[in-house]
């Protein structure tokens, strides 16, 4: 059984001249499937249009697309990694006047730590790897992630489960994979992601709830002291609490349990 | 004939799990090869292990990786694109903790083009795409070139044959692919290449030679109305004058054709 379709073809391997493998010239999401569904289709199709605009990649049809992925996906529950590349050709960096792209389809397995993280929360370090701010490429999810590589690695040498990400002035951003919601003063506020970070799914699916009203703000590190509750969300593991950022610890709150609930009831991933 | 080598073998293509193309998670150098040499081989080398020990990437022997590039070379003036991954594997972002990286040689014809741009020049605009400034990436030649992509496809739209890119910060760092170096009052200068940009070979080819005397300077678009020269250079096309940027003309210098001079003579690539 494959685990890979490249233009929907059951394949062993990628084009080695491929853009995205040469300059990380592609755009991705990475989709929870369960039972024959991706719940956040919708919000993953947005943001891959917005994104392949700003880009000019060319958009195939979102049926072939979902069909694709189903056909990897099958009725597991799983993670399908969907990728458009601009394909080959064009002159170095120069690409291709009307590009070719290519659709890479990847299945991987239902990560288990998803479960615990969800019930007992992660502890967050800062990362001393910075974000570059005012980035053109700023709230696309692109394949120019070696900021994230970087950040993981030093994470998972001091042992974190996850890292907090800073811009280059100061700001917070997101975590490495996730995006960052705290709870100050009763409000729920999140960082803006127009000048460097991802424009998240699950952020997306989640302002869209009844009740729910996200505020961007500008927030650092020191405001972090005054939170009342810190938590990540991204659209495969959903919302997780964070019960520490360095030293400083936080509870559980009731604001993530509530909708935590929401995302079982609604998503159910 | 292969075009391609894998970890020494040739290959109809690339495992899809390979980090360099999930996240960009590579270095690569694109090095001249002419009758079965490389004049800047050292250079190159040079680069890539200091941008690997950056990075995390565990690096080959130079031994090995020099006769792999030889190997598909031959004793053809040719381009070869040598690639150092971080390998299959990890969790994610997360790098495996002892990454087996990946070597991939790739093979390119000449560029018909080089010729006459070292002879009439070049014609470049001002890019209206922004290099991240103060990036924890600048400096390197690594995977994530997207910022490259979008300024190239935006230069070739207007026609341009290369263009001037600023960091946000308003700063002249570099052409698209080439280093950027403006004769002002009889000096030399380049832009610094440590907080957006790539050393380039090139460059640091030249800085070496004897009666080069470069200096290192912050230099703005305004400050071009005043140069008496301008030139790009690279490792692969050397040394070509710009004889316009935007609508402002200019000459080409006697530094110019005295550096091509010296190219010829020492690299003769």
Known sequence: MT??????????????DDRGFLYGDLLFETIAFKDGRAPLWAWHWQRLSVSS????????????????C???AGSRH?????????????????PPTDPVCRRIVQRRP???????????????????VHLASDSVL???KHGNR??????ARECAQRGGDEALLQDTQ????????????????????????????????????????????????????MDLARAEEVLVINSVAGIRPVTAVDDHRFAIGATCRAWQRLWSERVGT
């Open 3 to 16: 685990d890979l379709l490249v233009n929907g073809l059951a394949q062993p391997g990628l084009p080695a």
């Open 70 to 72: 189903l056909r990897l």
């Open 170 to 221: 100061g700001r917070l951003v997101e975590a490495i994979a996730s995006n960052l919601v705290v709870v100050i003063d009763g409000l729920t506020l999140t960082p803006a992601t127009d000048r460097a970070g991802v424009s998240g799914v699950g952020l997306a699916w989640l302002r869209e709830q009844p009740g729910v009203a996200l505020e961007t703000a500008e927030i650092t590190v």
């Open 53 to 68: 605009e700003r880009l000019g990649l060319v958009r195939p049809s979102e049926a072939l697309v979902l069909e694709e």
């Open 78 to 94: 799983c993670v399908i990694r969907f990728t458009l590349t601009r394909g080959s050709g064009g002159r170095a960096y120069t």
């Open 110 to 128: 239902w990560p288990d730590s998803i479960d615990r993280f969800r019930h007992e929360g992660m502890r967050l370090l800062t990362s001393p």
């Open 138 to 140: 700023a709230g696309m």
């Open 146 to 151: 070696l900021e994230q590589v970087l950040a």
